[in-house]
């Protein structure tokens, strides 16, 4: 479980994640995991059929780095939302800079509802997904200066 982020307040950034540079096993163990064997992220020439340099990264695994960036900041219970859009390839060799910035916060009757900003960006700053999160915290000692 996750460490709870104790006092929130606007403009709190989640700790960064750091993903290693993509290879080709990283491709290999998610088509495995997710059963989605597309050739264009494991075969180098249907890749380079399609106009790719080469294969590339499936989008679902940038998600699934954003996704862990939000598990690594609250219990995955706490999750009510979490989309992004995808804004571009990720290369062989890239590395995810995962990003987060609390941007609202809700008082509900017994809770907050946190949203948060994400970004996934390469060394480059080259954004390659953003999104948003929504998270459902206790009230009790969750906001800054309580």
């Not at 929130?8 to 997710?34: E, N």
């Not at 106009?51 to 900041?73: C, I, K, P, R």
Request: charged share 20%; proline share 7%; aromatic share 6%.
């Amino acid at each position: 479980m996750s460490p709870f982020p104790g006092p929130v307040a606007v403009g709190d950034r989640l700790p960064t994640l750091v993903k290693p540079p993509l290879t080709r096993a990283t491709l290999a163990y998610f088509c495995g995991a997710s059963n989605d064997h597309n050739p264009l992220h494991i075969d180098p020439d249907a890749a380079r059929a399609a106009g790719m340099d080469d294969v590339f990264a499936h989008g679902m695994l940038n998600m699934a780095y954003l996704g862990q960036l939000m598990t690594g900041w609250v219990p995955q219970a706490c999750l009510r939302s979490f989309e992004v859009k995808f804004g571009a390839i990720v290369k062989l060799g890239e590395q995810l800079v995962c990003d987060g910035e609390v941007t609202d916060i809700q008082v509900q009757a017994s809770s907050l509802r946190v949203v948060v900003r994400l970004v996934a960006a390469n060394r480059a700053g080259e954004e390659k997904l953003v999104g948003e999160a929504v998270v459902e915290l206790p009230l009790s000692g969750t906001l800054s200066g309580q």
